[in-house]
């Protein structure tokens, strides 16, 4: 059953169900296409492996950054070395920072090579 106010506005346009039906079944697309072809497979797979080899790579830099950087706060905290301590304190952060500024940049890509 259709809302009370969708038949008001059906009758008083003068357009019908069976016509407003018709109306749109006829609809066609426009002729032009806007979106662009995407690239060839051979490009595509090239791109694709490039992009993760980078992403995989950073990310394996990031954690080992950061596992070091536990280590040597480990290592500084049971010697009693403040320095050490310091410098694995100082690695984590950077390892930390780093997490962060790849979550940005990867997601900016993403958007950019998002294909609609």
Do not use: C
């Amino acid at each position: 059953m259709l809302p009370y106010h969708l038949m008001i506005e059906l009758h008083w346009s003068g357009l019908s169900l069976d016509g407003l039906a018709q109306h749109l079944l006829a609809y066609e697309p426009a002729p032009f296409d806007p979106d662009p072809k995407p690239p060839t497979e051979g490009i595509r797979q090239g791109a694709d492996t490039l992009m993760s080899w980078i992403k995989w790579g950073a990310l394996g830099l990031i954690f080992a950054l950061g596992t070091g950087g536990i280590a040597v706060f480990a290592g500084g905290r049971l010697t009693n070395n403040g320095d050490w301590g310091t410098r694995g304190r100082n690695m984590m952060g950077g390892a930390l920072v780093l997490g962060i500024l790849y979550g940005a940049i990867y997601e900016m890509i993403k958007q950019f090579t998002k294909t609609p």
